[in-house]
């Protein structure tokens, strides 16, 4: 597990940033005075090979960005994963450490690669080891330029420098702290399982998914434990589905390492059953559904110790 956290880590992160100039951060916009951390942590028990993250609960809007954003707030909101970290609190007091940023995904999105970025909201030098993927060149890169409703964020196109600020003040900080917390939860318990928590909204394509679970096709996460989730699941009342249409992400896929008994499960939880999404307010499904995650996280406990 060292091992690999490590080449993660150097790999995602260290040798990008290490081909970052000085320079690069001369222009970025000033930082704002009242920006929380950029990644908050919440201490479990030494007892849980579980560690929760929220990589997506961030809802503080730093005013530059909102001021120059094209769009709204409400539309900057529209991919939010609004109240994760909260749900996840009756989970987090039966041991696991929670992990969640503070700064929105349409802002910085730690679920996708450091440098998987769309070349064309840039202007200047692009350097060289920008690696697009399909969602990066379609806008859902580390720095989205659109919105979770599809829709520009910026008035004109960015310099690279800015990326680099963001990757280095949000991104960075998050992977950091996440490796962190796994490569000792595994030191300790010869194992670790991180659950990632999100939210999706409703449409045709989740179907009747209440849960989509991602363990990126089997790769990220031991069948058992897919498994243990699922059933507890739709022993709770829910309905679930199984990689489609999220597999998981990033995150799932760089940490979760079923060989090195590292696994990650990306969980997908349905925005209408705790909360209004045109509003983002929680409403009485809310207490239900932390609940139900709990139990889960129980089951998935037991089965793990």
């Known amino acids: 597990m060292k091992n690999f956290v490590h080449s993660v880590l150097s790999r995602g992160i260290r040798a990008s940033l290490s081909a970052m100039q000085p320079q690069e951060t001369a222009n970025a916009p000033p930082a704002d005075p009242q920006a929380p951390p950029p990644v908050i942590t919440m201490q479990g028990s030494a007892a849980s090979p579980i ?29 939010e994963d609004s109240f994760t970290e909260l749900l996840a609190q009756p989970a987090h007091a039966l041991g696991p450490t929670l992990v969640h940023a503070t700064f929105p995904r349409v802002l910085c999105d730690p679920n996708r690669a450091a440098w998987d970025l769309d070349p064309r909201m840039f202007h200047g030098p692009i350097p060289p080891f920008i690696r697009p993927t399909e969602r990066g060149l379609a806008g859902l890169g580390s720095i989205p330029r659109i919105t979770g409703s599809h829709r520009a964020i910026y008035r004109s196109r960015l310099p690279f420098n800015e990326a680099a600020r963001r990757i280095a003040t949000y991104w960075m900080p998050y992977h950091t702290t996440l490796a962190s917390l796994l490569r000792s939860t595994h030191q300790q318990h010869g194992q670790c399982l991180l659950l990632d ?24 996460c031991a069948s ?9 699941l739709r022993a709770l009342g829910y309905s679930t589905a199984r990689n489609t249409p999220y597999a998981g992400g990033y995150i799932t896929q760089q940490y979760g390492h079923p060989p090195k008994n590292c696994h990650a499960l990306q ?39």
């Open 197 to 220: 928590l999100h939210s999706m909204p409703d449409t045709t394509e989740i179907g009747t998914a209440d849960f989509v679970l991602g363990d990126r096709h089997g790769t990220a």
């Open 224 to 232: 058992a434990i897919m498994d243990r989730a699922e059933q507890t």
């Open 51 to 79: 560690v929760l993250a929220a990589p997506h609960a961030g809802r503080y809007y730093p005013g530059w960005f909102v001021e120059t954003a094209r769009q709204p707030l409400d539309d900057l909101r529209s991919g």
């Open 267 to 305: 969980i997908e939880i349905r925005r209408s059953l705790y909360m209004t999404e045109a509003t983002h307010t929680p409403h009485d499904g809310f207490e239900p559904l932390a609940q139900g995650l709990a139990v889960l996280v129980a089951r998935l406990l037991e089965q793990m110790s």
